[in-house]
């Protein structure tokens, strides 16, 4: 039986909402770094991330998620200067020229504070708040949306923390703890989106089970669900070793299982050929509700 998807409506600054629920929401990945591991192309000049932007708008993006810092593993640690000076000049020149709602990749309390001041409605922290303890008390004060995904330690060390006895009951169980941060914070419950963190901290048949256990994941926690597959190292073995940016194939796979299983919002590179994926995904989702009816 399918899992029925509930809809959320999640405030944002300015007094705007998104909605979510009704459909699976695309959110392109904007990395403006010069060590992203799956994207060969350089978006460091702002005119050419401004123009990818705009592109993946065009192509059916329903957000951006713009990112300073690579969170790949192994990914050296940047200063909160370096990452605005990265990111800044992106958020000024898109301003009034993007239609959809911009998120912003930190888990630096700095970072957040200056990137939703530029204009970024959603903060997300890969930490789920483990790494800047002032953050979530940046976002209560900005009245953003929060992003909370699960990952233990960092970019360096993650693999190490892959040890699980019950890879869906330990996510969720962390990532209530994220939650309660937030709220501790601050942060309005219904501003908290959470993001099972597929290939941080997980060995592949994690990410797998992870996958798996959206519903229930779902369920437990009572919010919306982000996952973000998109060319991650986890899918390498099944499509026979293929570096990053000819993952797109497994990513699509990954994309479909997480759409069949209730995600709200799936974060993906390429924004065209992964909005047609939710498209047909939700179409054969629709399909076999009205069966089981």
């Not at 940046?138 to 060390?157: F, N, P, Q, T, W």
């Not at 939650?179 to 990410?207: Q, T, Y």
């Not at 996952?227 to 699509?252: I, N």
Request: glycine share 8%; charged share 25%.
């Amino acid at each position: 039986m399918r899992p029925r998807r509930l809809v959320y409506t999640v405030p944002l600054p300015g007094h705007g909402t998104l909605r979510l629920g009704d459909r699976c929401l695309v959110m392109g990945i904007l990395n403006v770094t010069p060590d992203s591991f799956a994207d060969s192309r350089s978006y460091r000049d702002p005119a050419d991330a401004v123009a990818a932007a705009l592109r993946m708008e065009a192509d059916g993006a329903d957000l951006i998620d713009l990112g300073g810092e690579s969170t790949r593993p192994g990914a050296a640690a940047v200063s909160a200067d370096e990452e605005l000076s990265r990111v800044l000049p992106v958020l000024h020149a898109l301003h009034g020229r993007l239609g959809v709602p911009i998120s912003i990749d930190t888990y630096k309390a700095d970072v957040a504070r200056a990137a939703v001041a530029a204009g970024a409605a959603v903060v997300n922290d890969v930490s789920g708040l483990r790494r800047d303890p002032r953050l979530a008390g940046e976002v209560a004060k900005s009245e953003a949306a929060l992003i909370l995904m699960h990952a233990r330690g960092r970019s360096d060390e993650m693999y190490a923390e892959a040890a699980y006895g019950d890879v869906v009951a330990e996510v969720t169980a962390e990532l209530r703890e994220s939650i309660r941060s937030a709220l501790d914070a601050g942060v309005p419950f219904e501003r908290l989106i959470v993001d099972p963190g597929v290939g941080f901290a997980k060995r592949p048949s994690h990410s797998y089970g992870v996958l798996a256990g959206l519903p229930e994941l779902a369920a437990a926690l009572d919010r919306p669900m982000l996952v973000g597959p998109s060319r991650k190292s986890f899918l390498k073995d099944a499509v026979g070793g293929r570096p990053a940016q000819e993952r797109d194939w497994g990513t699509a796979a990954a994309v479909t299982a997480a759409v069949l299983a209730g995600a709200h919002i799936v974060r993906v590179h390429a924004v065209s050929e992964m909005t047609q994926v939710v498209r047909v995904s939700e179409e054969i989702r629709r399909a076999g509700l009205n069966v089981e009816r």
